[in-house]
Structure formats: C-alpha cells, structure tokens
C-alpha cells in the first residue's frame, strides 16, 4: 500500500524533472558547472602542484585534490537552490499550481515528489562533474584521491544536496513571492559556506574520519528539515496566504502570551508558566543528562589521543594556588562572581544562537564540550595516580550540582525548538511556532536557568575554593 502511494509521489518527481529540462535557464548553468568548471579546477589542480612540488610541499597538494573535488561536487548542487525555491511559490506566482492541488494527491504525496524532483537534477550535474574532474586527473597523470576519501566526498555531497534541498521546499512552501524566497535563502547559503569552510579545514588537517561526523550531523538534520516541511505543509494554507507583512505587534503578542500565559503575579507565572513548560519538557532533559554523562566518558577516552602532562595543570602548587585564589575571592565581592556568571551565560547564549540556525540540534555542542573538557582533566588525574573523587568533590561538584542542571535545562530547551517544530501542527506556520519556542526558552532562562547560574556562581567564587583546599592534601 505505501510502495504505490509513494509511485503516485513519483508521478510529480517525473513531471517536474521533465519540465526543468526543457528549461533553458537550468540547463545551461547545469551544463557549464558539470563541464567548464570541473577542467578550471583540473587546470588549477595542475598548477598548484606543479608550485608546491617545486618547494617540497606535496602533503599540501595531495590534499588538495580531494577538497578539488568536493568543491566540484558542491557547485552543480547549488543549482538545487533555485529548483527548489521555485517549487511551491514559484508556480503559485505563475499560476500552474492549482490544477496539481486539485489532484486527489495527499499533502506529503505532493511534498514528496516536488522534494525530489529539486534533488535528482542537479545530484546528477554533481556525479557528471566529479566523473570529469577525475578523468581530467587521470588525463593530468595526477593520482586520484584513496577510495575512502571518494566515498566521503561523494557521502558528503548527497547529504548537502538533500538537507539544502529540503530547507529551500520548507522556504518555498511558507514564503508568499519568489523575491522573498530568494531573501530567505541566505539562511541556507551562509550555514552551508561556512560548513564548507569548516570541511576544506578538516581535509587539508588530514583528519578525515571527523567528516563521517559530517555527514552523521547533517543526516539528522536533513531528516529533520524534511520532518518539519511534512508537519507544516498544507496547501490550503499555502493558497490562502496573499501577502506577508512585518507585523512586530502580533509577534510581540505571541512572545508574550507564551511567555506570561494567563499569570497575574510572579507565583502565579511560576506555578502555571515555568514549571508546567519543565515537565513538558522532561524527556528533553532525560536525553540531555544522559549525553552529559556520554559527553563525559568521551572526554575521558581522549586521553590516550590528546596527551597533556599533568604537571601542566599545576597539581603540584594547588593548595598555593587555592590558598591565594580564596584571598582574592573574598566573601562579599561580586565582581569574580560576575565574570564566571556571564561566562557561563555566555555558553548558553551560543548553544542558543546553533540551536536556531540548526533547528535544535547543534545546540547540544557547546554543552557536551564544556562536559567532555572535564571528563578529560578527570582521566589525566587518574592517569597520574591522583584521587579523581577528592578532586571532583572539591572542584566541581559543589557549584556543578546547580550549574550543570541549569545547563541541561537550558539546553533542552534550545533542543526543543526542534521538537516543535517537527510535530505536525499545518495550523501554525513555522514562524508562529519560532516565536513560542524562542518564548518557552526565555521563559526557563529568566525564570530558572540565571538564578541558578548566579547562585553556582556564588558558590564557585566563595565556597569552592575553601572546600577544594580543605580536601586535597
């Protein structure tokens, strides 16, 4: 039954494809990113080998030609860009909507096929391009990247075709005109170049299995973004929407009504507000404190890979070191206990900030960093033999107990804007549930999550340092 409602969504893929290849205007570019381009970069390829052979420098062209070549890969599937930013709105614009959504097709039948259809051509460009690039190296007598590195490449392409694909559908599916589609394309193109950026680093470091990681974060992403064009898409919405119009004054009242509800007192707000929005949220915070403690174990079996003498962390000189820092934090002084205040909102604030761009799900980073740094100094004292209780009793767990749950909270938070965003609800456009997520997050912050900070805070700086010195010999 589900094999021959998918060919039904296929029939739309068939159509589309066929109507964007008697398109000239997505053929040429197709055509001159899969042939001239794939000979410049061969061209250059030949060029800064021939430079860097000269000096001796052959480990940087070896990896150039794989980052050659996923640059090859990367530009045809740009394309899919302007594919899928037509998709909805563009034939909306042009009128040749309709007679499909007058179809017996379902929503995600329609979803589907036009999803598709934006990732098949220009996947194809891409696979065309990189074929030439490889036989212009073969042409060049430069040898070919191993074979691992090609099934990277070509891993990391599809992925990166499929989750700018499916973000370009979701932008076309809620914008009213092909120009403010084109708009909120940035969106995409910005996180997508700088994750290229970050990838070029990764292979010219040599590091090559963190791009498997890669493609496991934007898998989940893709999945993601393809969750929430399903739960969101409705094409009654999307033939009723005429206009959008800035209307600071509904989005105020959106943040407000989600962010005050109905209270009329500050216990009222905690009691049917704040509190209620944590137990919404409770299986967020069990998968969260569950990544805490593997985010922990991580950072301890990085030991073996990143080793770091001991007597770097000034072991040696600790009492001197707590003595002189129990001084200077006197009792009553807030200005450390500012400092590590903002730092630690600081944190949060960038978990925030990945967590919208990337739906809920780099937010988790800036957490499970911070605790796999403390797995990490906790396996180089065992490593040396040192008392790994004394040391987490006496430096983190008397701040840590309030501050890592407030980290956790905040977290599952940022980690439930996914959430949201990906159950079906074709009432609500995506912006509307934007806003009450980023509500519900300021929410717990304000109300919880810098409270406590300021209280681990006030912790670290008066009572942390006269514990930790109390404990360790």
């Not at 000096?55 to 045809?76: C, D, H, K, N, Q």
């Not at 898998?219 to 898409?233: D, E, N, T």
């Not at 007192?265 to 990544?291: A, C, D, G, H, T």
């Not at 309030?402 to 959430?419: D, R, W």
């Amino acid at each position: 039954m589900m094999s021959n409602q998918l060919k039904l969504a296929l029939v739309i893929t068939k159509r589309e494809v066929r109507d964007q290849f008697r398109d000239w205007r997505i053929i040429f570019p197709i055509l001159g990113l899969t042939i001239f381009f794939p000979f410049l970069m061969n061209f250059t390829t030949a060029q800064v080998l021939q430079f860097v052979n000269r000096y001796g420098a052959t480990i940087v062209g070896e990896r150039l030609v794989p980052f050659s070549m996923m640059i090859v890969g990367f530009f045809p599937i740009s394309v899919s860009l302007v594919i899928a930013l037509e998709s909805f709105v563009g034939e909306k614009e042009r009128g040749s909507i309709e007679p499909l959504f007058n179809t017996p097709l379902l929503d995600w039948q329609i979803y589907i096929g036009k999803l598709i259809s934006s990732i098949v051509p220009p996947l194809f460009a891409s696979f065309v391009g990189m074929l030439v690039y490889c036989v212009g190296l073969i042409i060049n007598d430069v040898p070919l990247p191993e074979l691992h590195l090609i099934i990277q490449i070509v891993a990391i392409t599809i992925i990166q075709a499929v989750v700018m694909v499916a973000g370009a559908v979701v932008v076309s599916t809620q914008a009213t005109s092909v120009r403010a589609a084109n708009l909120l394309a940035s969106f995409i193109i910005i996180p997508m170049a700088l994750l290229i950026q970050g990838e070029s680093i990764v292979m010219f470091w040599g590091n090559y299995a963190t791009l498997w990681w890669v493609v496991f974060g934007l898998s989940v992403l893709a999945i993601l973004l393809l969750r929430i064009g399903l739960a969101h898409f409705s094409r009654e919405e999307l033939l009723g929407r005429d206009i959008d119009v800035l209307n600071f004054r509904w989005g105020w009242k959106v943040f407000r009504m989600n962010f005050l509800g109905n209270a009329t007192n500050l216990r009222n707000w905690y009691q049917f507000e704040v509190f209620p929005y944590i137990r919404e949220i409770r299986y967020s915070i069990l998968i969260l404190s569950l990544l805490v403690l593997v985010a922990f174990f991580v950072g301890k079996t990085q030991i073996t890979r990143f080793e770091l003498p001991v007597e770097q962390l000034g072991v040696e000189n600790m009492q001197a070191q707590l003595t002189l820092l129990s001084q200077n934090w006197s009792f009553g002084d807030f200005s450390p206990v500012i400092a590590i205040f903002w730092q630690n909102i600081r944190v949060i604030l960038l978990a925030f900030i990945l967590g919208v761009i990337t739906l809920g799900i780099f937010g988790v980073l800036p957490l499970f960093a911070s605790i796999g740094i403390v797995g990490y100094i906790m396996g180089l004292l065992g490593n040396a033999g040192l008392s790994v209780s004394t040391y987490f009793l006496g430096f983190i767990l008397p701040h840590g107990i309030i501050e890592i749950p407030a980290a956790v909270i905040a977290t599952a938070a940022i980690f439930q804007i996914g959430v949201i965003l990906a159950t079906p609800d074709n009432q609500q456009t995506i912006g509307e549930v934007w806003i009450k997520s980023i509500a519900n997050w300021a929410k717990v912050m304000l109300g919880l999550v810098i409270p406590m900070m300021i209280l681990s805070a006030m912790i670290e700086v008066w009572a942390t340092p006269e514990l930790a010195l109390w404990l360790i010999p």
